[in-house]
């Protein structure tokens, strides 16, 4: 720890975002080094921003932050919903003055926002609207930049590769083709760490789009060698090469719309392409199984990826992040997030964080490291 002063400060804290394994860890974390080390009082917001923003909130003391460690899910509770444009009594509204207000009225000197991309930047509003803020950063999907990694990622990643594991017996057994959806937003972390722990034979990931054509050339390869079955793990987000065009120039329609009306007409277009792409693993498992002949099966991994009890790695982590997290508090060093960077924990300004999405670099190892051992990558 950075000092061991005493402070008075009173701090609130919150959950944001879709859950992840290691939010009660970040909790605890912050939790125990802000009381116990630092005198700080914590309260914490129950429901994400929502219940920042309606003012509802529980005092946390040691007794109420112990025994969590190992607990799935949050404590707090969690939403998603944004401080600018919360869906209030049926109307959209902009909820950032009411929170600047609760936030005085409740004495509090400032504020822990634990959660992902979209908590960044909910985080960052309330920085630009002069409160003291935090953000811790936690999510399955490992896509928070300027951050190695985030707690959730490595319990997500062992659970989605021991599904891999499963598939694997199972797909073997009937010659068939399975495909297997993965979490991960737009982001294809969680999808090539365990299509490469697993050992999947295809990987397909938003980073590299596909063609149905080399899909379909890797699996013939391997049923040439024998192997009549092949696992295909699918990122969420990856798409083949004319609907990764196709958004890329829905992107260039929102960056080049002069107006409000032309960006939101544009982004409207957007969100219909991404809906019309959801279910897309269910739609490849159709095309591989015309082409090749195989029987193909699909597997939507979903929220089990997300449930459960979080692994080392992410009670290390969020234990690491938390603790310093109190040291910022403590030190007045707002506005930032509290990055992993070469297993220290680092603070970076909010700003460059949100509003950033960290993709899987081209050049990355693991991508290297599946093309070495033969993984077809759709490309
Ligand atoms: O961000 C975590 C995540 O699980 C993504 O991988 C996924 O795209 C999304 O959340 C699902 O969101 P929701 O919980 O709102 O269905």
Redesign the pocket.
Same mark, same amino acid.
């Given at each position: 720890m950075a000092s061991t002063k005493k402070t008075a400060k009173r701090i609130g804290i919150l959950t944001a975002? $879709?859950d992840a394994p290691g939010l009660n860890a970040a909790i605890r974390g912050f939790g125990k080094a802000a009381i116990g080390h630092y005198g700080m009082e914590l309260v914490g917001f129950l429901g994400g921003v929502r219940g920042l923003a309606e003012n509802r909130f529980i005092d946390l003391d040691s007794k109420a932050l112990s025994g969590i460690l190992t607990v799935s899910g949050t404590l707090l509770g969690t939403s998603?919903d944004k401080v600018h444009k919360m869906t209030v009594d049926g109307e959209v509204r902009d909820m950032i003055p009411t929170i600047v207000e609760n936030v005085e009225k409740d004495g509090l000197d400032g504020l822990v926002c634990i959660g $992902?991309a979209g908590t960044a930047k909910n985080a960052q509003r309330l920085a630009k609207a002069g409160l003291n803020v935090i953000h811790l950063p936690k999510?399955?999907?490992n896509d928070i930049a300027h951050t190695d990694t985030s707690f959730g990622f490595s319990t997500a990643l062992g659970i989605a590769t021991e599904a891999i594991d499963r598939l694997h017996s199972t797909a073997h057994s009937h010659h068939r083709i399975i495909v297997v959806e993965i979490?991960?937003?737009r982001a294809g972390w969680l999808a090539l760490g365990s299509g490469i722990a697993g050992g999947a034979d295809i990987i397909l990931l938003p980073e590299i789009p596909y063609s149905v054509d080399k899909i379909v050339e890797s699996i013939q390869r391997r049923a040439s060698h024998g192997a009549n079955f092949s696992v295909v793990a699918i990122a969420?987000g990856a798409c083949d090469v004319e609907t990764a065009r196709d958004l890329a120039a829905a992107d260039a329609l929102i960056g080049q719309a002069d107006n409000a009306e032309g960006k939101a007409a544009a982004k409207k277009h957007k969100k219909a392409l991404e809906a019309a792409h959801r279910g897309n693993a269910f739609a490849l498992a159709s095309q591989l199984e015309a082409a090749t002949g195989l029987e193909a099966r699909v597997t939507v991994l979903g929220y089990v990826q997300?449930g459960g009890t979080p692994d080392a790695e992410d009670r290390l982590l969020g234990t690491l992040l938390g603790g310093a997290g109190a040291d910022l508090v403590a030190r007045g060093e707002y506005g930032v997030t509290v990055a992993s960077q070469h297993q220290r924990a680092v603070p970076v300004p909010l700003k460059d964080v949100a509003g950033q999405v960290k993709m899987v670099p081209l050049d990355h190892p693991w991508i290297e490291a599946a093309r070495h051992v033969g993984t077809g990558m759709g490309d």
């Amino acid at each position: 720890m950075a000092s061991t002063k005493k402070t008075a400060k009173r701090i609130g804290i919150l959950t944001a975002g $879709g859950d992840a394994p290691g939010l009660n860890a970040a909790i605890r974390g912050f939790g125990k080094a802000a009381i116990g080390h630092y005198g700080m009082e914590l309260v914490g917001f129950l429901g994400g921003v929502r219940g920042l923003a309606e003012n509802r909130f529980i005092d946390l003391d040691s007794k109420a932050l112990s025994g969590i460690l190992t607990v799935s899910g949050t404590l707090l509770g969690t939403s998603r919903d944004k401080v600018h444009k919360m869906t209030v009594d049926g109307e959209v509204r902009d909820m950032i003055p009411t929170i600047v207000e609760n936030v005085e009225k409740d004495g509090l000197d400032g504020l822990v926002c634990i959660g $992902g991309a979209g908590t960044a930047k909910n985080a960052q509003r309330l920085a630009k609207a002069g409160l003291n803020v935090i953000h811790l950063p936690k999510t399955i999907d490992n896509d928070i930049a300027h951050t190695d990694t985030s707690f959730g990622f490595s319990t997500a990643l062992g659970i989605a590769t021991e599904a891999i594991d499963r598939l694997h017996s199972t797909a073997h057994s009937h010659h068939r083709i399975i495909v297997v959806e993965i979490m991960g937003h737009r982001a294809g972390w969680l999808a090539l760490g365990s299509g490469i722990a697993g050992g999947a034979d295809i990987i397909l990931l938003p980073e590299i789009p596909y063609s149905v054509d080399k899909i379909v050339e890797s699996i013939q390869r391997r049923a040439s060698h024998g192997a009549n079955f092949s696992v295909v793990a699918i990122a969420e987000g990856a798409c083949d090469v004319e609907t990764a065009r196709d958004l890329a120039a829905a992107d260039a329609l929102i960056g080049q719309a002069d107006n409000a009306e032309g960006k939101a007409a544009a982004k409207k277009h957007k969100k219909a392409l991404e809906a019309a792409h959801r279910g897309n693993a269910f739609a490849l498992a159709s095309q591989l199984e015309a082409a090749t002949g195989l029987e193909a099966r699909v597997t939507v991994l979903g929220y089990v990826q997300r449930g459960g009890t979080p692994d080392a790695e992410d009670r290390l982590l969020g234990t690491l992040l938390g603790g310093a997290g109190a040291d910022l508090v403590a030190r007045g060093e707002y506005g930032v997030t509290v990055a992993s960077q070469h297993q220290r924990a680092v603070p970076v300004p909010l700003k460059d964080v949100a509003g950033q999405v960290k993709m899987v670099p081209l050049d990355h190892p693991w991508i290297e490291a599946a093309r070495h051992v033969g993984t077809g990558m759709g490309d």
